[in-house]
């Protein structure tokens, strides 16, 4: 079983940042990919930004250049770094992890085992 807890979200005007970030429970965190998605109001969720084990990361179009996102495998803990956030940026932000062994990330939700609660994120225009 592995537990997903998400903090940061907030409110924050456009171009400023934000971090989120995720702490995982379970011994074998190190060999999950981690993903972040977001799911803006009568939109589906999408896919951000994910990690593997060993620091190949993927972004989704929208966030690249803008959004980093970072583990910390000695803490359990995976992280969003948001900078120049835009409005169409609002949404709330769900951690993930994939368990299953891939050759490359995954991008597809149904991909993703465990989730978090979620964190509402608010960028202002």
């Known amino acids: 079983q592995v537990q997903l807890v998400e903090s940061g979200g907030g409110l924050v005007q456009a171009g400023g940042s934000l971090r989120l970030s995720c702490a995982a429970s379970?011994?074998?965190?190190?060999?999950?990919?981690m993903g972040w998605f977001r799911q803006a109001p009568g939109k589906e969720r999408e896919f951000v930004a994910a990690?593997?084990?060993?620091?190949?990361?993927n972004y989704a179009d929208s966030v690249k250049g803008r959004i980093t996102i970072s583990r910390d495998n000695g803490k359990i803990t995976v992280y969003l770094q948001m900078n120049s956030l835009k409005p169409e940026d609002t949404a709330v932000y769900y951690c993930?992890?994939?368990?299953?062994?891939?050759?490359?990330?995954?991008?597809?939700?149904?991909?993703?085992?465990?989730w978090g609660q979620g964190t509402q994120v608010t960028v202002s225009s």
């Open positions: 993930a992890a994939d368990l299953r062994f891939r050759w490359t990330i995954a991008t597809g939700f149904q991909s993703y085992d465990y």
């Open positions: 990690i593997k084990s060993g620091g190949g990361t």
């Open positions: 379970g011994r074998t965190f190190s060999s999950y990919v």
